[in-house]
């Protein structure tokens, strides 16, 4: 493992997770509550909940070569994965298994109590899950800004430092950042 | 036991290990589709065979072999459940690997997990070199991080700093594991 793994980007996980699978479980358990609580409030239902999760990583883990951080950032490109994997739910009526066929995964069994877990995990992750969906949705350096203000906790100068930035660009982002995010939580509820 | 996302993640890792397996034999023997396949697929099932050990005992302790195919020893012994040991349930706790040792901090999260705690990041701390086992904790959840202490037998328990912060924002409570929990 990484001496730093813990501190490493979304990115630089995605990049070291071809030939390092403790990498691409560092990226998985960063976001796999979150990724979880989004299907379930599509999908209102465990199961499928779970379904869609593995599936979604195991697409994720199956094609991490084909990442391009140049395109956006590692969560814009998971909730890609995920959105799809919704559209064929859709369209079939039956989650995709495909990646889980292809990387030897099999569907994992689930008892009530679990079912339940999952759904009481989901609930609980809610809200901020939502943040963090429209979060990634932001251009990136808007993005790392506001992550590291209000997720992070850290000044702006400690931001500012790390972005090589001036603080006032910095607070500019963040300010910018959380009213687009304002805006789009405010659109969907309305 | 393991929760969904535990089973998860020990499947994905598992996948990510025989395809990187895979790649590099594809590399040494190009051209030999078929055999190949046929090796890759023993090897598979070897893996998940192995993965699968620790699921079918009934015995509730969390064994060595929870990682799946981690070349880490097991290194810490769970206390056994006695009566009087605090449940964990409901409890969101990250646990970092303040040593070098590969795995010491998964097999801490195991015995957690088997006490119910809900698990969020497990990683390495920016200090590797940590002698004793610490619990941390955030504002207000001081009683729980006691409680975590008394599972693991660790007296060093104190509020977090920002470090905590960042790496684990979502754990109310935060285990660093130091060199003392070395196992038997």
Not at chain 1, 87 to 109: C, K
Not at chain 1, 161 to 174: D, I, N, T
Not at chain 2, 96 to 109: D, F, K, P, Q, Y
């Amino acid at each position: 493992m990484d001496p730093a793994g813990g501190e490493r980007s979304d990115e630089e996980l995605l990049a070291a997770a071809r030939d390092e699978p403790e990498a691409f479980a560092m990226f998985y358990r960063r976001h796999v509550r979150a990724l979880s609580a989004y299907f379930w409030r599509r999908s209102r239902h465990a199961e499928t909940t779970a379904d869609l999760t593995a599936e979604t990583f195991a697409a994720a883990l199956d094609g991490c070569a084909r990442f391009d951080p140049a395109r956006g950032p590692a969560i814009g490109w998971l909730y890609g994965i995920a959105h799809r994997q919704l559209g064929t739910l859709a369209r079939r009526g039956a989650v995709e298994q495909r990646a889980r066929r292809r990387l030897g995964m099999a569907r994992l069994a689930l008892d009530d109590i679990e079912l339940e877990r999952i759904e009481a995990d989901a609930v609980r992750e809610g809200p901020q899950s939502r943040v963090l969906e429209e979060l990634a949705g932001l251009p990136a350096e808007q993005r790392a800004a506001v992550e590291a203000r209000v997720l992070h906790e850290l000044d702006y100068a400690q931001i500012a430092l790390a972005a090589g930035a001036s603080e006032v660009v910095v607070r500019k982002r963040v300010s910018r950042g959380l009213a687009a995010l304002r805006g789009r939580l405010g659109r969907e509820q309305g | 036991m393991s929760d969904f996302y535990g089973q998860l993640e020990r499947q994905l890792v598992d996948a990510g290990r025989r395809r990187a397996t895979h790649g590099r034999w594809r590399l040494a023997l190009a051209g030999r589709g078929r055999p190949l396949l046929a090796v890759a697929m023993a090897l598979l099932a070897l893996v998940m065979a192995v993965a699968a050990a620790p699921h079918l005992r009934s015995d509730p302790s969390p064994g060595p072999a929870g990682s799946g195919a981690s070349p880490a020893p097991p290194v810490t012994s769970p206390p056994p459940p006695a009566a009087g040991t605090p449940s964990l349930r409901g409890m969101r706790v990250a646990v970092l690997n303040g040593t070098t040792r590969s795995g010491a901090a998964r097999a801490v999260a195991e015995v957690l997990e088997a006490r119910g705690a809900t698990i969020g990041s497990i990683g390495n701390a920016a200090d590797q070199a940590r002698a004793q086992t610490a619990v941390v904790y955030r504002p207000g959840a001081e009683a729980q991080a006691r409680r975590v202490a008394a599972v693991l037998g660790v007296r060093d328990v104190r509020p977090r700093t920002r470090v905590e912060v960042v790496v684990a924002p979502e754990a109310a409570v935060v285990v660093h594991v130091g060199s003392d929990r070395r196992g038997p």
